[in-house]
Nanobody, 124 residues
Framework: QVQLVESGGGLVQAGGSLRLSCAAS????????MGWFRQAPGKEREFVAT????????SYADSVKGRFTISRDNAKNTVYLEMNVLKPEDTAVYYC?????????????????WGQGTQVTVSS
């Protein structure tokens, strides 16, 4: 069973930066596509970014493109989300997710494992 643990969330002023990490244990991390999703109060969970099993392919939601960067270190079983120029509308609980079978993409239904989430709050 794969376990995902996010860290790095917190409170930051608008325009600031945060780096989220998601450490995986169990399973074969290097075969999983990884994704980041977020959910704000009263809203549905939404796609943020995804990265293929090799790290060779990434994709972003339009709302974060150019500001956020997803990356992974398969030697450390960890995926990262570098968030820059943060805006109040980025406030949400951020979740990482893993998809088996070398799969990745923006649809939450393809992901098999989820972390517990980390809170990101951006003040104006």
């Amino acid at each position: 069973q794969v376990q995902l643990v996010e860290s790095g969330g917190g409170l930051v002023q608008a325009g600031g930066s945060l780096r989220l990490s998601c450490a995986a244990s169990g399973g074969t991390f290097s075969s999983y596509g990884m994704g980041w999703f977020r959910q704000a109060p009263g809203k549905e969970r939404e796609f943020v970014a995804t990265i293929s099993w090799s790290g060779g392919s990434t994709s972003y939601a339009d709302s974060v493109k150019g500001r956020f960067t997803i990356s992974r270190d398969n030697a450390k079983n960890t995926v990262y989300l570098e968030m820059n120029v943060l805006k109040p509308e980025d406030t949400a609980v951020y979740y990482c997710a893993a998809a088996k079978g070398f799969t990745s993409g923006p649809y939450y239904t393809i992901y098999d494992y989820w972390g517990q989430g980390t809170q990101v709050t951006v003040s104006s």
